[in-house]
């Protein structure tokens, strides 16, 4: 089944005819060329494909793109404004918290997302939030310091 | 994917005239967390889905009156948790966690945030997963599932919902509107224990709901169990041993009645043998964890 | 371009991708865009571990809508493979491990080519499968490559055709037979430990799946897109397996997100450029399902050992017996270089004086056993590291003393007979037992766990062909800013950065000068690579850069000299200006790197576009005795390091927590101190999670746990409390600024340095991988009953 509908990407609006069955991932992906969710399962278990749905870290691979009218969806592109990198990115590059970088979309929309709803972490709560976000490179270590950092100085 | 399609109805009349098309495979849909890999692997093929998460009353967590149906004859209010409730909407509710507190500690456990975010109470009790987590704990809670159907709505107690590995009681083209948690004295204690191979983002090896309820004289004590039967369970001999007392060896016999209650199997995530020590382990850290808080 | 980083080697700069990683920016494989002409294909899998292919009828499904065609084995009549040509495209004559490709299937879509592919019919006739690689090497066992004579392999290979055994490494050294060690020598040992490890097949899970494109144009160009560790390898064995001039085939590859070997070589793009030749002139898309890249990509051999080492009253080292069968998978193409490393390596990072080592790669009906951070260590070190602690504990000394006194040193004459280069593990170990209050007795968090301490030691060194080449160009820009190039690929341990910061280094001028230009890697443009494996790329492409820089750092020097009629060795390059230590003038290389310099009034011009290039390729490593392994200089050098670990058992169910693991790594020089720190703890939760992984195959060789919900990877949840590192540097003869890898080196003892500190806590030692919580119960209860 086919359907037509907007969808709300990064504070822009797209017309796209999506099927029934295709998730939101797929369409991001292949229909509306924003390729910074990945796709590392599609099973829901990796979190790469982390996309923020109403404020909320969602994995978009979850989530039937048809849904997603009348959502608020954000992805990494959205997180630098007017040519400057948000605090978490910058924190990611001084923390060398990236390495292949193919969790780091998904790593940097869970965290924002966490400090969203919980500006001072603690670091347990960072690893708890972090329990759906897989990365084989960093031993996360850098990743919930760089967290950490940002959480330390907002 | 298996291609399906997709309905989005408008009210109840909408959804259940869509779920009841004759010749189709169509089933309710809410977090989509385990339709989506079921049809992925292609365990589950339905011929289309119906999104009720917008339903009304369905996300609703609130207190409720009494009502014909469920919660009947209820003095003081119940605990009403819609059926798209998410796990963290659960996990976090000021409500959830005062008056059902074993539930929200239960929905904490699942997946991960990311699927917490999309998960619902009614998915997982409508996937019945042996390991589904919220279960155990809402047998515990002695909850009652109210449901609807085209013509009709009913209550069925969470202790006859679950008849199988995802199995319900729920009939073809029915749907879960919530569950309602009767009123617990003040002073109830809930815990709820699980153990995984991995401490993030797994699935239960063995899930563990405990409640101790101020009765008269002393405590009335609820055990449920999860991922060691084809259903989450109940243990009614470890809770009438422990109405005697929670001195230590009495715990110790309610610990083994809760052993023999469970009757696990082997898969790929634990053999039956480990699962029953874990039984026995988690049953003394949740008793013990209880006792240690009963004033 | 504010800050400017000058003499940036040894200093922490931050990595030069990282800009466009935490933006999105990056274009991985999947990422890019193809246009409406693009094509998508599936592949067909074998049902079976081990069959006979029958029949195959493609006509159901080249009949659906939208299939543009299915290949199949008819299509791939040439045997490809990196050292051991063992393998067709697509499977021929006969299957050998489930999920084999049979067929791919070509569609307008994904999901046509998905329901297409399950039309395709095969017909097989089943074979008896052996899976153990032990059992596999019995003379009776059923034989997977009958045909194995008729392979190619390089002269360094050793299979034995007539059995399953691909390789077969040995290891003669002092006073031993082909019978064993002389029993003589045992005869001196106060302790001798024997025993049997087993270590399950393994799955790299990078988080990137693999994934292809191909188009085979109609002028006869082929062009591969793919995330790998090794795209000139790939246009070689393409070149190879179908038959054309390599100068027609164009690898281009994007950053990789992660690779730990599994993108190394070649698994499923030889099938993906065969299926767009079945469609010329449109790009083919083949994307692995997480499912997929558990059964149908490279995973980690199995390992069987057994391994019998002996010591003195003193705790000298004095004898080693040791048979290593690696599971090889069903082809050993890769895999056979892995059972020469570990036999040429067999000892583990010790002096001992008499050693027997056979190493065989045996085929099993199993994914194919390939590359793997590592590449056999982890493996044969998981068996050595827990002998070598009995040992210590038989005789009654420190384990930590114990590996003191036998580890290896710069110039012992080691199993090979080559001389030590230069190594400071005594050092490592001394960091690590000091990060960890190695010998203080800590009491545990609870009255139910049980608290311990444990070490192990490593060497590796990389495994490769005796000369793998590297290559590299720097070009200057007309603001002196510079492009280098190289092959290497970043896989994310930072190669992009270091090229950049040793190139800026040798030409004098900041860090921030330095673009590097190769993303992507692209077999049409960038200076030849052998491979990004091995460990190899800050020294073997650091010296390639160096050399380049160098290059063109002689060729601004001369021409400044000759302007300025001055020596060049008078002459240096400080932070983009060229300065004169005779006469104090200076010139900067802004503008004249491309315009060059004028003569005296303008009487013409000397110099022109900078453009330096260099290369390196080791050329001292010798051939090995086949009969015992002896040879002068049987690898180009070994890094060595030392883990500890302090941890707790919780004795009520088994799980283990790490509260500490320290770590040190003799890298020789840290181009980027803190690139290595994050190697460093990467790598430790690298090795900790794959000491509770395992793949789990039913009696008919289909996997069991081919998903992330069943194959479980440490999470932010499950890493150590505190991971510590140190850093030694013992310069490198050869290596740039003394520098050598440390990549793969940082996981290749942490699972015998976990178990060591479990039976530090419990006093239970464990044979086999995985561990698992429920493992570890057991075992401890197992032995709480005995002591009953
Ligand atoms: C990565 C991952 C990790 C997970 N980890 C856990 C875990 O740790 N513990 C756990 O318990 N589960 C886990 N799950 C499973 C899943 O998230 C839960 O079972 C969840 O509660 C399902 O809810 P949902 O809303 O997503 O259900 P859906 O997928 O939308 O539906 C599930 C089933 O319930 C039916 N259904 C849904 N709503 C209703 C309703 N109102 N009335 C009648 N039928 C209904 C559907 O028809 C379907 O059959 C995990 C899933 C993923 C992807
Ligand atoms: S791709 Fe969505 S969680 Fe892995
Ligand atoms: S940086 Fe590679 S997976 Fe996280």
Not at chain 2, 130 to 153: C, F, I, N, Q, R
Not at chain 3, 209 to 221: I, K, Q
Not at chain 3, 423 to 449: F, Y
Not at chain 3, 499 to 520: D, K, T
């Amino acid at each position: 089944m086919l359907h037509e509908i907007t969808l709300n990407v990064n504070g822009e609006l797209h017309i796209v005819p999506v099927k029934s069955h295709h998730t939101l991932l797929t369409v991001l992906r292949e229909q509306l060329g924003i390729t910074s969710p990945k796709r590392g399962c599609e099973n829901g278990e990796c979190g790469a494909c982390t996309v923020l749905y109403d404020g909320k870290p969602v994995n978009s691979c979850m989530v039937l793109a048809v849904e997603a009218e009348g959502h608020v969806i954000e992805t990494v592109e959205s997180l630098a404004k007017n040519g400057e990198l948000h605090p978490l990115q910058k924190s990611f590059i001084e923390h060398n918290a990236v390495q292949c970088g193919f969790c780091t979309p998904g790593m940097l929309m869970s965290a924002k997302g966490l400090l969203a709803e919980n500006p001072h972490p603690t670091e347990e709560e960072i690893k708890h939030a972090l329990a759906g976000n897989l990365c084989r490179c960093t031993g996360y270590v850098r990743i919930i310091d760089a967290i950490k950092d940002v959480a330390d100085h907002s | 994917m298996h291609p399906f399609d997709y309905y989005k109805p408008k009210d109840f009349d909408e959804a259940f005239a869509m779920l009841t098309q004759p010749g189709k495979k169509v089933i309710p849909l809410a977090g989509s967390t385990d339709i989506i890999p079921m049809v992925r692997d292609e365990r589950w093929l339905p011929d289309a889905v119906v999104d009720i998460k917008g339903l009304p009353g369905l996300r609703d967590i609130k207190l409720v009156d009494s009502g014909p149906l469920c919660c009947a004859g209820q003095t003081a209010q119940c605990l009403y948790i819609g059926a798209a409730a998410r796990m963290n909407e659960i996990a976090h509710s000021e409500l959830v966690q005062q008056y059902a507190s074993v539930l929200a500690q239960a929905a904490q456990e699942v997946g991960h945030e990311q699927v917490r975010n999309r998960a619902t109470l009614g998915g997982n009790m409508g996937t019945a997963s042996p390991a589904g987590d919220t279960l155990s704990a809402l047998l515990v809670l002695e909850a009652d599932v109210l449901v609807k159907g085209k013509d009709e709505e009913r209550c069925i107690p969470a202790l006859k919902f679950f008849l199988g590995p995802r199995k319900t009681a729920l009939q073809p083209g029915e749907i879960i509107l919530g569950v309602q948690v009767p009123p617990l004295p003040e002073g109830t204690l809930g815990r709820y224990l699980r153990i995984s191979r991995r401490k993030g983002a797994d699935l239960a090896i063995v899930g563990l709901s405990v409640m101790a309820i101020p009765a008269e004289g002393g405590y009335q004590w609820r055990i449920g169990l999860g991922a060691v039967a084809p259903t989450p369970i109940r243990v009614p001999e470890a809770e009438t041993i422990l109405a005697t007392g929670h001195d230590e060896a009495t715990v110790e016999k309610a610990i083994q009645a809760t052993l023999a209650a469970a009757r696990p199997i082997d898969d790929i995530r634990a053999t039956a043998a480990y699962r029953r020590e874990m039984v026995v382990q988690l049953t003394r850290r949740a008793l013990q964890d209880i006792i240690a808080q009963i004033p | 371009m504010t800050k400017q980083t000058t003499d940036p080697v040894g200093k922490s700069v931050p990595r030069i991708d990282a800009y466009d990683k935490v933006t999105g920016a990056v274009q991985y494989v999947d990422d890019l865009q193809f246009g409406p002409g693009l094509y998508y294909g599936k592949l067909v899998h074998s049902p079976h571990a081990h069959a006979i292919i029958k029949k195959v009828d493609v006509s159901k499904a080249l009949a659906v809508p939208g299939v543009k065609a299915i290949v199949t084995g008819e299509d791939t009549p040439h045997r490809m493979g990196l050292y051991m040509q063992d393998r067709y495209i697509f499977a021929r004559d006969r299957v050998r491990y489930y999920g084999e490709p049979v067929a791919g299937v070509v569609a307008i879509s994904e999901e046509i080519a998905e329901q297409a592919a399950k039309l395709v019919e095969v017909e097989y006739e089943v074979l008896q499968p052996v899976f153990d690689p032990y059992e596999a090497a019995q003379p009776d066992a059923p034989l997977l490559h009958p045909d194995m004579a008729e392979y190619q392999w390089p002269p360094f290979i050793f299979p034995e055709p007539g059995t399953n055994i691909s390789e077969h490494f040995k290891l003669r050294k002092g006073k031993v037979t082909d019978e064993g060690v002389d029993p003589e020598v045992w005869a001196q040992c106060a302790a001798i430990v024997e025993k049997t490890f087993r270590l399950p097949q393994i799955q790299h899970v990078p988080i990137e799946p693999h994934v292809a494109v191909a188009r085979w144009d109609l002028s006869g160009e082929v062009t591969l897109w793919s995330p790998s560790q090794s795209p000139f390898a790939q246009r070689d064995l393409l070149a190879q397996g179908l038959g054309i001039p390599h100068g027609n085939v164009r690898v281009i590859s994007p950053y990789v997100g992660g690779g730990f070997g599994g993108k190394a070589g070649i698994s499923i793009e030889a099938n993906v450029v065969v299926m767009a030749k079945a469609v010329k002139g449109h790009p083919v898309k083949v994307r692995m399902t997480r499912e997929e890249e558990f059964f149908c990509t490279n995973v980690r051999q199995s390992l069987y050992a057994h391994t019998k080492i002996g010591c003195d009253k003193d705790g000298h080292v004095l004898a080693m017996e040791t048979a290593y069968y690696f599971g090889g998978g069903g082809y050993n193409d890769y895999g056979v270089n892995i059972a020469r490393a570990a036999g040429y390596s067999c000892t583990g990072p010790y002096s001992i004086p008499n050693v027997k080592g056979d190493s065989h790669s045996v085929y099993t009906n199993t994914p194919i056993g390939s590359a793997m951070r590592g590449f056999g260590m982890p493996e044969i070190h998981w068996g050595i590291e827990q002998i070598m602690d009995r040992l210590a504990d038989e005789i009654g000394m420190d384990p930590a003393e114990f590996r003191r006194i036998n580890c290896v040193k710069t110039g012992d004459t080691i199993l090979t007979g080559m001389k030590m280069p230069a190594v400071d593990l005594v050092q490592c170990i001394d960091k690590v037992t000091e990060a960890i209050n190695w010998g203080k007795e800590e009491p545990p968090s609870a009255p139910h766990k049980k608290r311990g301490k444990g070490i192990a030691i490593m060497w590796k060194a990389p495994a490769m062909p005796p000369n793998p080449g590297s290559s590299a160009i720097v070009r200057f820009n007309e603001d002196a800013t510079v492009n280098v190039y190289v092959g290497a690929q970043d896989i994310g341990q930072g190669a992009f950065t270091v090229a950049a910061q040793m190139a800026a280094q040798v030409l004098g001028i900041p860090y921030e000068w330095v673009r590097v230009s190769v993303n992507p890697v692209d077999t049409k443009y960038s200076p030849y690579e052998w491979q990004t494996v091995a460990s190899r790329i800050t020294w073997s492409m650091g010296n390639a850069v160096r050399a380049a820089a160098n290059h063109a750092r002689t060729q601004i020097l001369e021409i400044v000299a000759k302007y300025w009629d001055e020596d060049p060795a008078d002459l240096d390059i400080k932070n983009g200006v060229v300065i004169s230590y005779k006469s104090e003038r200076e010139q900067p290389l802004k503008k004249m790197v491309v315009y060059g310099l004028p003569n005296e009034n303008y009487e013409g011009w000397q110099g022109g576009p900078i453009i330096g290039s260099g290369k390196f390729m080791p050329t001292y490593v010798t051939n090995l005795d086949p009969d015992t392994g002896q040879g002068a200089r049987a690898v180009v050098h070994y890094t060595v390091g030392a883990q500890a670990i302090d941890l707790e058992v919780d004795t009520e169910t088994g799980e283990v927590e790490i509260l500490k693991i320290a770590s040190a790594y003799d890298v020789g020089k840290a181009i980027n101190p803190d690139l290595v720190m994050t190697q460093i703890e990467g790598g430790a939760v690298h090795g900790m999670s794959s000491a509770f992984e395992g793949m789990f195959f039913d009696e008919n060789g289909r996997l069991k746990n081919p998903s992330l919900v069943d194959y479980k990877i440490a999470t932010a949840m499950d890493i150590p409390k505190e991971i510590h590192g140190d850093i030694v540097e013992t310069p490198l003869e050869d290596g740039p600024w003394g520098a050598r890898g440390v990549g793969e080196h940082v996981m290749v003892q942490t699972a015998p340095a976990i178990a060591n500190a479990i039976y530090n806590a419990t006093g239970v030692r464990f044979d086999d991988l995985p561990l698992s919580a429920e493992k570890i119960y057991r075992a401890i209860h197992a032995q709480e009953e005995q002591e009953q």
